[in-house]
Every structure is written in C-alpha cells, then in structure tokens.
C-alpha cells in the first residue's frame, strides 16, 4: 500500500504542475470545442494538492527511501511525457525532435539511480 500512495501522490503533484503551467502560459484548453475556463485549473491545482498531501500522509512514515521513491515516480512520469512528445513529433517551448529523446533517456537514468538509492535506504 506504501508504493501505491506513493504513486499516486506523484501523479497528482505531476497534474498540479501541468496545471500551474497552464495558468502561467495562459494555455488554451477545449474539451470537444468547449473552452475550459482557466479559474477550472486553479481549482484543480487545490484539488491535486489535497489528494497529493493525503496520500503522503497515509504513510506509516516518511523518511529518505519514500522521498527518493516519490522523485523517481515524478522522473518517471516526466520520461514517459518526453517519450510521448518525441513519439508524437511534438514541439513546445523550443524543445522537439531528438531532444525530447535526450530527456527520456536522462529521466529514465535519473528514476534508475533515485530506485537505487532509495532500496539502500529501504
């Protein structure tokens, strides 16, 4: 049950930030051609927090191994969005193309290195 609150407080702390990007860039969002106001996302960024603070408060504790396991989830999620960008041939914020491989193979190294660290620690 550990793992699973941990990752699930990861993919809410990833939808909160994807949110706060959005209100900062003033991105546009529409759902079947109906635009979703922005004040949506400010309230989905409380939303996302709240669920994030109570799934790291259902664990037992938190110490070293569960911090380095919610980073290595956060880099994990982070290289499957770079792998789907590459894949997809998007471009955004400058980035694109091959570039967007080099962030998958480094967050996958990243999440690797932050498994092993946090197994020492377990």
């Known amino acids: ?15 909160a930030v994807l949110h706060v990007v959005r209100l900062l860039t003033g991105a546009e969002v529409a ?3 109906v635009e979703i ?3 949506l996302s400010a309230v989905a960024v ?3 927090v709240a669920l994030a603070w109570w799934n790291l408060k259902a664990l037992p ?3 070293k191994a569960e911090v380095l396991r919610l980073l290595s989830v956060l880099a994990l999620i982070d290289g499957f969005i770079c792998f789907y960008s590459w894949v997809a041939g998007l471009s955004y914020w400058g980035f694109s193309g091959d570039l ?4 998958t193979i480094f967050d996958l190294g990243v ?3 932050l498994f092993q660290y946090a ?3 377990s």
């Not at 550990?2 to 809410?12: E, L």
């Not at 967007?100 to 962030?103: I, N």
Request: net charge positive; glycine share 14%.
């Open 61 to 63: 504790k938190v110490g």
């Open 46 to 48: 409380v939303g996302a």
């Open 37 to 39: 106001a922005p004040w």
């Open 1 to 15: 049950m550990i793992n699973v609150n941990i990752v699930n407080a990861a993919v809410f702390i990833a939808v």
């Open 31 to 33: 759902i079947g051609g």
């Open 111 to 113: 999440a690797w290195v």
């Open 119 to 121: 197994k020492k620690y």
């Open 100 to 103: 967007f491989l080099g962030f």
